[in-house]
């Protein structure tokens, strides 16, 4: 019994000077549920798994110095899921398109339908630990702005000669959101600028509203567009 209460002793000292840590080993999935459910936003380190022991205990050490502000935990603690995601894993697959074109490593809130709320680089927070409590309360700022907001810009799907005739009839104007996929502002606009009840209701109301991907070259319709007339 002495012997293997002093194996006992030894396996809780060893687990007493573990890393601690905010992140939880979930996917994507079952952190955006668990978000969902708990009313919480989703901090994901998209990073790529250190290849060797020593890149390991260089990233726990950089890691070590953010997550040892009490303010930090306890902002986790109250409105975060952590997860990460290995970017050069099978999960990138479904996960890299929410970054918006963001470079990694990092560290990004998320709702949990996906939308980015902010970021924040893990090079910053090691020199200023700080700055993840500013940013985290952004994205919750962000986050509860998206929940209160349930409307968006109803963007019809028809061609540039119909509606300018529709807005001729209805006496509106036209709102062209000419945008590409690889045009990062115009995503985040889509996203948190579009969906706001008020820009959603003013636009509504006033404007026939279109979107056009002008990365597409087939789009013969941008040529088309009245330049000299765009507000």
């Known amino acids: 019994m002495k012997w293997l209460g002093g194996v006992m002793l030894v396996l809780l000292s060893l687990t007493g000077n573990a890393q601690k840590t905010v992140f939880q080993n979930l996917t994507w999935e079952q952190a955006a549920e668990l978000a969902q459910k708990e009313n919480k936003i989703i901090l994901v380190d998209a990073m790529r798994e250190p290849a060797t022991p020593e890149a390991r205990k260089q990233k726990d050490k950089e890691e070590a110095v953010w997550q040892k502000v009490a303010a930090n935990l306890e902002f986790c603690k109250q409105h ?78 028809i061609g540039l000669k119909e509606a300018l005739e529709k807005a001729k009839k209805e006496n509106k104007l036209v709102f062209i959101d000419a945008y590409t996929a690889w045009c990062q502002p115009c995503v985040m606009m889509g996203k948190n600028v579009f969906t706001l009840d008020k820009v959603a209701d003013f636009y509504n109301r006033n404007f026939i509203n279109l979107k056009i991907d002008f990365g597409k070259e087939s789009i013969a319709e941008t040529r088309e567009i009245p330049y000299n007339n765009a507000v």
Do not use: C, H
């Open 80 to 157: 975060v899921v952590a997860i990460r995601i290995d970017m050069a894993s099978e999960a990138v697959k479904e996960f890299a398109p929410k970054l918006v074109m963001n470079m990694y490593p990092t560290y990004g809130f998320f709702m949990p339908n996906g939308d980015i709320l902010g970021t924040v680089s893990p090079f910053l927070l090691a020199k200023n630990p700080e700055l993840f409590l500013e940013r985290g309360k952004k994205a919750w700022e962000q986050a509860e702005v998206k929940r209160n907001n349930k409307r968006s810009i109803v963007f019809e799907e």
